[in-house]
């Protein structure tokens, strides 16, 4: 079978993204965390770095598996489910 | 939603739905709020459901429900490097005498919403609930947006992710350690393919829980045209590998690629599991108003061999209406604790109270997988000079652990499974 990256592997999966982020990322928050496990425990891969060295986060193809917020040792993490009806629409699950 | 409604169930997952259907046997106007546009499109499992309560309180649930397969085949699989060492359990029972089924949980969810809205409860969905509202400590509704709701009880089956019961003081946010996420893939491969490599009949199924110093641990649960793979990934053990990555991971190992060769990925899907077991579980899943039902109460339990889930949800659910309906108005529901004890759901996630701490045992994933590999390795390996089994135990453990060491952490495992 194919590699696929995450990217690509979220295509597969059904998404009705609202137009407001669900989840917001307190940056400041972010600064004096060397951790950083949010990049490598989200599943969809939507925690990254940019150039500068500061934590990305996009929420459009948010699994809703509820990870982030709790790993986060900065409680940077202000998580909501999306506005009912939207988000992530599993159809085998 | 002007009507005045006895229960808010809040929350269409398995706990949920089973708390309104046996309510609705008690008499009570039920209403469920689903946040997903559908029930079961938001949530996530592996793929197996044990056949017990089902038969007990849902009649003739074989003729309709969303079943896949017939767990006929269990197998705990050690993935090496390149090779695999096997355990399989194979039962041959009559049709119908089979423990468990394979499924997909969203449309088993659909099922259940139907069985649900045939005693007339409401299953409202696209309806996220962002608050529960207390007056002098006692539950008596809900806010939707600026909406309320009003009922006399309110059912609390938010599931794994317990973001109202935090927000309201009912418990703590989880340790990280207490969590992993699974993350799984579904591959349509077809019927035929699925039969014949996995040497399944048709209805027969596959169950398989998998662990690999790569990936931790993981499961394969084969459906009719599709396989359900899985990662039950621990973020601070796990950290080598990114979430994102280890399914990908799995699918590379030689085993699983020529299993899954030609397969079409469907759907990428992930969940938080609770793993803490007992420890987790709510010391008061109630209060004045309202009851915490299935997984957001802790009634999960993991025994380190399977996974049970949707069963404790449907019996919690049951015990909660039961509750609901012995409790005089104004009063507290602390008969439900009661009753989860004497169905003996508490006494059996209390006897697997250790499982959990030898599941986040990076150990049983990175050493032990190893030195069984080396092990088998070198028995199965013939040349000139062959090694008795306990040349090839020293080889493959020496040198990396003490034998006591490795001796007494086993029996720990064992003294706890």
Not at chain 2, 32 to 53: A, D, H, M, Q, W
Not at chain 2, 223 to 230: D, P, Q
Not at chain 2, 317 to 327: F, P
Request: include cysteine.
């Amino acid at each position: 079978m194919k590699k696929m990256k995450v990217e690509e592997r979220l295509t597969l999966t059904k998404f009705e993204v609202y137009g407001e982020p669900h989840i917001i990322l307190r940056r400041e928050k972010c600064k004096g965390c060397d951790f950083k496990i949010c990049i490598s425990s989200c599943p969809a891969g939507l925690f990254t770095l940019d150039e500068t060295g500061e934590i990305k986060f996009t929420y459009e193809g948010c699994l809703e598996c509820g990870t982030c917020r709790i790993v986060c040792p900065e409680n940077a993490i202000e998580w909501n489910y999306p506005l009912g009806g939207f988000g992530v629409q599993y159809m085998f699950g | 939603m002007s009507e005045r409604y006895d229960v808010i169930v809040v929350g269409g997952g398995p706990a949920g739905l089973s708390t309104a259907y046996f309510l609705a046997d008690h008499g009570y106007n039920t209403i469920v709020l689903e946040r997903g546009s559908e029930p079961g499109s938001k949530n996530v499992f592996g793929g197996r459901i044990y056949t017990y309560p089902l038969d007990k309180y849902f009649p003739d649930w074989r003729k309709d429900a969303p079943i896949e397969r017939w767990v006929r085949r269990e197998a705990l699989s050690i993935l090496c490097e390149d090779n695999i060492v096997n355990l399989e359990y194979e039962i041959d029972r009559k049709p119908n005498g089979y423990d468990s089924f394979t499924a997909f949980l969203s449309r088993f969810l659909k099922w259940l919403a139907l069985k649900v809205e045939e005693k007339n409860v409401v299953v409202a969905t696209n309806v996220r609930v962002d608050e529960i509202l207390f007056r002098d400590n006692i539950a008596y509704g809900v806010r939707i947006g600026d909406d309320k709701l009003e009922a006399e009880y309110i059912v609390i089956a938010e599931g794994a992710n317990t973001l109202l019961s935090e927000r309201h003081g009912l418990r703590r946010k989880i340790s990280p350690r207490d969590i992993a996420v699974g993350i799984k893939e579904v591959i349509r491969l077809g019927r035929e393919k699925i039969n014949e490599r996995f040497c399944l009949g048709d209805e027969e199924g596959l169950a398989q829980f998998l662990i690999g110093s790569r990936f931790g641990g993981g499961f394969i649960y084969t459906m009719k045209e599709y396989v359900s793979i899985g990662v039950i990934y621990r973020p601070l053990l796990n950290n080598q590998i990114e979430a994102k990555d280890v399914i990908e991971e799995l699918k590379i190992h030689p085993h699983l690629s020529k299993l899954l060769r030609d397969g079409v990925p469907v759907e990428y899907s992930a969940h938080i599991v609770r793993e803490a077991g007992y420890s987790d579980l709510m010391h008061k899943p109630y209060g004045r108003g309202y009851i915490v039902v299935g997984d957001a109460a802790g009634l999960i339990l993991n025994t380190g061999f399977t996974v049970r889930g949707v069963d404790l949800a449907i019996e919690s659910g049951r015990l909660a209406a039961e509750a609901i309906h012995k409790t005089p108005p104004g009063e507290e529901p602390a008969v439900y604790m009661k009753l989860l004890r004497e169905k003996e759901i508490i006494k059996t996630l209390k006897k697997f109270r250790k499982v959990s701490k030898i599941l986040s045992n990076e150990r049983i994933y990175t050493k032990y997988p190893e030195y069984i590999c080396q092990i088998l390795d070198k028995i199965y390996t013939v040349d000139e000079l062959p090694e008795t089994l306990n040349e090839s135990f020293k080889k493959a453990v020496g040198g990396k652990t003490s034998i006591i060491r490795l001796i007494f952490e086993l029996l720990t495992m064992v003294r706890s499974l």
